[in-house]
Antibody
């Protein structure tokens, strides 16, 4: 069955970098759209980035454009989110999600990122 | 960007009652590419409805979605105890994909 397991979260200082990973099983990243969504503690959902299933194009929210990069490693069937120049308001739980089209039909359990000095 | 406004913020109901949740968009959602998700405390969101009215796999038929253009509705016909949660709408027609602020059903 479809499973997504995020990792790589933790505490980082403002201005720092972090790389999140999302290990996928039960399906291939090469044939599915993938995305990252975050949720600030106690708040709502914010869509961050989407990777086309052929890997040809990435879409980003304005709030992370130029700082975050979505990518994938097909040999490991793993999705990544490279996050640079982190700010305190990037503190959130980060979810990866598999898409049917652009609809997130399966979600991981999330990984917590805390940006604090 | 397409902004989504959900109402009400909180819906206070009892098991067995009908829940009607609204999601309004600032512009037409192309091809009714509107999804609804349910989120319970400490859990990831779960897809309920896509394409405004199509139930996702395994979703009970007490959940139904309707609407078009800029006005969308999620209806839970008879609330079960496990349905008390936060519900989000999301438009998947245009990047950036956007979520509504959520409705808590308590």
């Amino acid at each position: 069955q479809v499973q997504l397991v995020e990792s790589g979260g933790g505490v980082v200082q403002p201005g720092g970098s972090l790389r999140l990973s999302c290990a996928a099983s039960g399906f291939s990243l090469s044939t599915n759209f993938m995305q990252w969504v975050r949720q600030t503690p106690g708040k709502g959902l914010e869509w961050l980035a989407l990777l086309q299933k052929d890997g040809s194009y990435q879409y980003y929210a304005e709030s992370v454009k130029g700082r975050f990069t979505i990518s994938r490693d097909l040999s490991k069937n793993t999705l990544h989110l490279e996050m640079n120049d982190l700010r305190p308001d990037d503190t959130a739980v980060y979810y990866c999600a598999k898409g049917t089209g652009w609809v997130a039909d399966y979600w991981g359990q999330g990984t917590l990122v805390s940006v604090s000095s | 960007d397409i902004l989504l406004t959900q109402s009400p913020d909180t819906l206070s109901l009892s098991p067995g009652e009908r829940a009607t949740l609204s999601c309004r968009a600032t512009q037409d959602v192309t091809k009714n590419y509107l999804a609804w998700y349910q989120q319970k405390p400490g859990q990831a969101p779960r897809l309920l409805i896509h394409g405004a009215s199509s139930r996702a796999t395994g979703i009970p038929d007490r959940f139904s979605g309707s609407g078009s253009g800029t006005e969308f509705i999620l209806t839970i016909s008879r609330l079960e105890p496990e349905d008390f949660a936060v519900y989000y709408c999301q438009q998947t027609a245009h990047s950036p994909l956007t979520f509504g602020g959520g409705t808590r059903v308590e």
